[in-house]
């Protein structure tokens, strides 16, 4: 993965389910805001110049997708604790017992004592970092009631889903739903990065990794409703945090005309979209509407969350 992108955990580091059961699938409304979305016919991927065909951005396919709807929104910090209150979920993070956080929001004893990956030392491996705890012991959610959880595997985000009567979307409907109407345009806006140099994401300001100038307004996590909403009303599916998708990752892709296209059937790693906080031209454009990425599903940190989805059911 690129280098600012979150470094997965070491091998055999992922635990079991936790014991007894997994929290029931309800109906109940979790607070997610719906956009209908009437599927059928858009042009996926991209060959820009821009991009890493390494990532599999490519070839430019038309897929065709059934209707569904999407949350406006990744789910909030609020959403995740109602979760956890009615059913006393425990994150896959908070059984390993440590996650990564970007460095340089560390008090300094604790970025001291924390390990840092050899390839990406602006991460650290904090013992006590979760959902509730970004950066570790002594830090809150105070403030950050609206931003989005991170910390949170995709075995976390896939079972908050099903609780809540929803799932995580495919790569496809993911990239349909950012694009926003939009046919091929490099951003969720457009192709613009700041038209008229108004920020549109969450992106890394200054140079990474040493300085963020926050110009953009946050140097960590936003709320998930700042900035201005793509073209179907959906916020922040640039920058902010990595969104959870549940494709299994892979660079050969459906053919052209493929319906509801899905990754492969076999594999670990899982696909992330749309950049994140940490995301910079230098190192990680991956903010651009068909960039992707992976991580192992065990895998968590503090520029990670989900959107959800769920189909919609029409009249016949």
């Avoid at 949350?71 to 109602?82: C, G, K, L, P, Q």
């Avoid at 985000?157 to 046919?183: F, I, K």
């Avoid at 992106?203 to 700042?226: C, H, K, L, M």
Wanted: charged share 20%; hydrophobic share 35%; glycine share 12%.
């Amino acid at each position: 993965m690129s280098s600012c992108c979150m470094p997965g955990r070491p091998d055999g580091e992922g635990v079991a389910p936790s014991a007894g059961s997994p929290p029931t699938a309800t109906t109940a409304d979790d607070g997610a805001s719906w956009v209908a979305l009437q599927g059928g016919p858009f042009l996926m991927g991209t060959e820009d110049a821009e991009g890493f065909a390494s990532d599999g951005e490519g070839p430019i396919r038309e897929v065709v997708l059934s209707p569904f709807e999407v949350d406006r929104y990744t789910v909030s910090n609020d959403r995740f604790a109602a979760f956890v209150a009615a059913t006393g979920y425990v994150t896959e993070t908070e059984r390993i017992g440590w996650s990564y956080v970007f460095a340089s929001f560390l008090p300094g004893p604790l970025r001291k004592a924390s390990p840092r990956p050899d390839v990406t030392p602006w991460w650290a491996a904090v013992t006590g970092a979760t959902w509730d705890h970004p950066e570790g012991p002594g830090s809150d959610l105070d403030g950050r009631a609206d931003h989005p959880v991170v910390h949170v595997s995709w075995a976390d985000a896939n079972t908050y889903a099903r609780w809540a009567g929803a799932r995580l979307p495919t790569e496809a409907e993911w990239e349909h739903a950012a694009r926003g109407g939009l046919e091929q345009a490099r951003f969720a806006w457009g192709d613009e990065l700041t038209p008229g140099g108004e920020h549109r994401a969450n992106i890394w300001q200054g140079r990474f990794p040493v300085s963020n100038t926050g110009e953009d307004g946050y140097r960590g996590t936003a709320p998930v409703d700042a900035y201005a909403p793509n073209g179907y009303g959906l916020h922040q599916v640039a920058g902010n945090v990595w969104e959870w998708c549940a494709d299994r990752w892979g660079t050969t892709h459906a053919p052209a005309g493929a319906r509801d296209p899905r990754g492969p059937a076999t594999g670990e790693d899982r696909v992330m979209r749309g950049g994140s906080y940490l995301c910079h031209d230098s190192y990680c454009n991956r903010y651009r509407v068909a960039a992707r990425t992976r991580n192992s599903p065990d895998s968590a940190g503090g520029n990670l969350g989900f959107r959800l989805v769920r189909d919609l059911l029409t009249i016949r």
